[in-house]
């Protein structure tokens, strides 16, 4: 009734994140049942995502290419340089569309307690990129999170030393949120930075 | 920046059941990022399961045999038939642990407004199997849902007419639940079968 192949499968499906075991049941049989076209796609682009998709050399993201296509774009503005922690943060940036520059992607954030230092998001490789030439301002949109924060303030802090002008994205009240209903946090930031 | 390895893995992603675009771009980063061997599983799981997991001759469920490990089981109750709407239901008795007869798994429920007929779901095959030797009583166990329901009907009028005994799994207020909470209609179910 529970065969090794459909076991393996729940198993692997669980894999995914936010996937537990009773929904890796649920895919599995879904799949078997009534996608087992779906079930191959899905095998054939996992296998050529994970042979192809690698990091692009200049900015970290995830491309196909030596350099991605954003990097290599000579309409965006390379004078700035907008640093993320992951490359789905970045497609946040991208999605909403204001944003011309070139991007940075961290390999995560600073995490001591993890034993996640500068080395292992590759904050080197960043200092050298911020200090090319043409750079003008390097603009920290990581996560505002303890550490996304702690990653925020410790890069600036470097960067500030070696002459880069460094930007943090405003913090504020949400765009069509009622100040009712905000945290306290967010509003007493938002005063702070008031404008 | 969204190659097409890249796309074409979040769109196949999708294709699970309760996954929707967020969770697939999600997904797919998270794969990329942190576990590529879970990826790489994934896909080989994928492709063993569809190719290895077929429906047992006799039951229908899933198995990677001809027949499946519980038709095959002595141990079990050769008189009794459970019959269910689906491999995943079949699960669920099963790790109740207090059924020890054989099963009939449908391919799904009678639903004449999405023109899935008798035939759609194999009752001519459950029929014939009902009617074998040995078979002493029909559980009818699918969903208590509009659809269920009505696919048990059918189905209990069909095996009654041809002298098969059949019964339905009690209706009635779940375990462990506070008469408070439980609604009206299966309160008034619990009332009209109690004994």
Redesign the interface.
Known sequence: ??????D??V???R????VGPK?A?????????H??D?????????????S??RHCQRCN?????EI???CRDPERDAALLCVVE???D??AI?RTGSYRGLYFVLQGKLSPLDGIGPHDIGLSRLYARAGEEGVREVILATNFTAEGEATAHVLSETLKSRGVVVTRLARGVPAGSELEYVDLGTIAHALVDRR
């Open positions: 009734m529970s065969p090794g192949a459909l393996g499968l198993e692997a499906l894999r995914l994140p936010g929904s049941m649920r895919m599995a049989y879904h799949l078997l049942q996608d087992r779906g079930a191959r796609l899905l095998a054939q682009t996992l296998e050529t995502a994970m192809a998709v993201t995830f491309t196909e290419d991605c296509a954003t992951t490359a789905a970045q497609a991208e």
